[in-house]
């Protein structure tokens, strides 16, 4: 007989019974649960049944509650078998017995029991401080570090950085999920991606996972898990824990100890500066930005104003630190990359005696310019040889984020179509996506040209390698058909010859980073660096300031790093 009850189908038959009791036995894991609304799932050891007369039952692991058992407070089982779950109705102890160090118990024998069919509404979520890393590795070895954020019999939920969305999409099958809790325990399955949601907010990836393939040890052990992530929450819920054991998993369990904060997986520690930290986050929200517009999403206009605000307080607090700070990026995304040095770039250059309002348009214009390409089929920023036909699916990436802008009613039209939809237009009438030419280009448009064509250039790319400021200089004054010299002159004048963000080689054989510059355009403060890589904290030395050419003597060339 079957009586249905909510989620729960309500099994009477005796045989039945019988059999789902041994299937508990045998899964060895069970769970007791007290009658009180507040109470927590305890694990604990069915060890045997005599049909219609009793269970027997070792509570050593919840010795604290014999007490209320023995006083009488009813309590109720919960386990497993074959991914249902199963839940006695309340029972109460009859007997209790003290062997070899053991509590061995007697209760009720269960004239029911329920069973949950709906195995993936049964999930046991991890509070705040319970940290269980979860790695996602693809079929050729690559790895995404997360955290496990709840946890079922069916599947589990992981917070993923952003860049997990690649290995997610090319994913042809399962992938393996691997689990280190806080004790050492290691445990694999495999899983397949069934949804995915972005937290903008906390610039993560939330990912959900089934299951597949999983074997009965594996069925079981996962049991075990949420069973015990159930248990140590339970700790974390009541205002006094004196008298919950913790959880074997969780034992050494802690928070961050090393001072080091985190935005979106982010170690923000591992960034040179503290202008790039407080900087990352604005690259989170792009890293971010870039996935729910792959996810059919507009441009989110709240999170673009709060970063364009916060990239002019730095400007305003010190414009050198800004522009030191967007070479420090070199973990981003290149798109997410090129849109802080362009937006930084292009404030500086122009914004000195517009107003706030205008300011703010320019920095999140030059911040999103580039989103669009995300949008492209990426066989077109793949192909060996550049045609006709992949310039015209790439141009269209300007329309379409223009077309994700309504939202956006704060940031002005007339300065989002001059640097979104004008920075790729040239004098001769050879840029795109409308052709302008001369005098029909935006004087906006002709500073964001050359201000995104110097940051594309500084930077690898599959045709040629980075390049120094002297030789993009070079470039651009050798195409006055396509870039305007007096937006030319003015940039030169401006950012001086080897500007903030260059590796210089000094004459003493130092590499050392521009940090500051004089009215002069010579350095007035360098930072060392061990070579040529991206600056990143572990790889700067001293600073030397004021006195630069006595330490380290003049500076013999610029050296191209891709930053």
Known sequence: ????????????????????????????????????????????????????????????????????????????LRGQSQGKVLRTPLLSLTE????????????????????????ESFRAELRMGMVVSAAVVSADGESVQGELRDLSQDGCQIELPLTASGVLAEADGPLKLAYTFPDGTYFEVLGVARHQKTDAER??????????????????????????????????????????????????????????????????????????????????????????????????????????DR???????????????????????????????????????????MPRDVQKAIVASGLIHDLGKALVPQVVFKAPNFEATHRQAMSEHVSLLMD??????????SVAKAVIGGINERLDGSGYPEGLSGNDINELAKASAIVDVVEAMRRDRADRPARTAQQIYRHLLRHPHQFDPRWIKRYVEHFKTLPVGSLAHFSSEQLAWIVRLNKDGTPAEVVLAEGVEPPLRDTLGVSVRGDVFERLGRPVREVAVST
């Open 1 to 76: 007989m079957v009586v249905q009850q909510e989620e729960y189908e309500g099994v009477t038959s005796a045989s039945a019974i019988s059999a789902y009791l041994n299937a508990m036995i045998e899964s060895g894991g069970v769970s007791l649960c007290l009658a009180a609304s507040d109470a927590r799932p305890e694990p604990i050891v069915l060890m045997e049944q005599h049909v219609g007369e009793t269970l027997v039952m070792d509570l050593s692991s919840v010795d604290y509650l014999l007490g209320r058992l023995q006083q009488g407070e009813q309590f109720f």
């Open 404 to 413: 994700r802008l309504h939202n956006c009613q704060w940031l002005s039209a």
């Open 203 to 308: 610039h993560i990836l939330r990912v959900g996972f089934r299951f597949a393939n999983c074997t009965s040890d594996q069925e079981r052990q996962i049991w075990y898990f949420v069973c015990e992530i159930e248990r140590e929450a339970a700790r974390y819920k009541k205002e006094t824990q004196e008298d919950r054991q913790p959880s074997p998993l969780f034992e050494q369990a802690g928070r961050r100890t090393d001072g080091s904060e985190l935005v979106g997986r982010r170690d923000i520690k591992r960034y040179a500066t503290p202008t790039a930290r407080r900087l990352v986050k604005v690259a989170a929200y792009l890293d971010a930005q870039l996935l729910l517009l792959k996810q059919g999403s507009d441009i989110d206009s709240r999170q673009l104003s709060r970063n364009a």
């Open 311 to 353: 990239v002019l307080m730095l400007h305003e607090e010190d414009r050198e630190a800004l522009l030191f700070a967007s070479r420090c990026l070199s973990p981003e995304p290149l798109l997410v990359r090129h849109g802080i040095a362009v937006a930084v770039h292009l404030l500086d250059l122009v914004g000195s005696n």
């Open 96 to 119: 209790t017995r003290r062997t070899g160090g053991r509590f061995l118990c007697c209760s009720d024998y269960p004239v029911s029991i329920d069973v949950l069919q709906r195995r």
